[in-house]
Every structure is written in C-alpha cells, then in structure tokens.
C-alpha cells in the first residue's frame, strides 16, 4: 500500500480521472456509485486512461473497502484521511451535524498531462448528502466524454 503521493505525480502525464465519493461503506457509494465507475474504468483502461477514487477515509478503510469491491486492478484509491486535498479541491462537505465530520463531496474532474479539462461538481449542496441524488451513470459522462475526445 502507497502512503504518499502527489498530485503532480498522479496526474502530470496521460489522460485520468479524479473522482469523489462520499466514504467508504456508504450504501450509495458503495452499491450505485462506486460500480458505474469500475465499469467505466474496465472500459478505459485499454485506452490508457488511470482513474482515482478518492474520499475521506484513512487508507487501511479504504484498502479494505478496494478489495471488497474488486477494484483494485481497475480504480487506485486515495485516501485522503485530513481531507486536505478535499479542501484544496473545494469539494468538502461539513457532514458534522450528522456526526459524519467533513466528507467529500461526489465529483469528478478529467486531467490531461497534469491540466484540468473537465471538472464536474455532481453533488452541490455541501450540507445535505442524500443516498440517492445522484444519477452515476449521467453526472459522470460529461467528465468521461472529456477524456474520450482528448
């Protein structure tokens, strides 16, 4: 297991695809989300394309939470336990009066050799995170359709 990377190391060369999720476990995630973006990197990942799951968690959870899925050959997964990229990214969700602390909010943004080419804020209320507000496999293709014309 990795401990640390950089962003620049992560998404300097190549086409990836940085997306958000809301924790480990969390049924949304785990049984809508989670399964369209396996499926989209199975996909893409022929054509060179490295994609990255990340939420606030501490890395063993979410090695843990890789291997149940079955992603690990498909998804890498940053664990990004003090949300310090969370923030940097201003995707942060205070989840606090829920008792679930500062969370990410689910997103995804499209690199090419280390620039942003598409970057889309899926969930925009950064107080309410409801199971089912999202649709995966809509709010993702506009990032998707991005990387595939590059």
């Known amino acids: 297991m990795k401990t640390y990377a950089s962003t620049t190391s992560l998404f300097s060369a190549g086409k990836s695809v940085l997306f958000g999720f809301t924790g ?5 995630c785990e049984n809508f989300i989670l399964p369209e ?3 989209k990197a ?9 994609f990255y799951a990340m939420s606030v968690n501490d890395p063993y959870v979410l090695q843990a939470f890789a291997k149940k899925l ?3 050959e498909y998804l890498d997964f940053i664990a990004d336990g ?6 940097a990214l201003n995707v942060e969700a205070d989840l606090s009066e829920y008792g679930f602390g500062l ?3 689910r997103f995804a943004i499209t690199f090419q050799d280390g620039k942003i080419v598409e970057r889309s804020d ?11 507000n999202v649709s995966p496999g809509v709010d993702i293709q506009r990032s ?4 595939l014309q590059l």
């Open 122 to 132: 899926i969930e925009e209320d950064r107080k309410v995170i409801t199971p089912f």
């Open 42 to 50: 199975k996909e893409l990942k022929k054509e060179g394309v490295k």
């Open 24 to 28: 480990a476990y969390n049924p949304a």
């Open 70 to 72: 079955g992603a690990r």
């Open 144 to 147: 998707l359709n991005a990387i």
């Open 82 to 87: 003090s949300a310090e990229l969370t923030k």
């Open 37 to 39: 973006f396996i499926k």
């Open 103 to 105: 969370r990410c909010r």
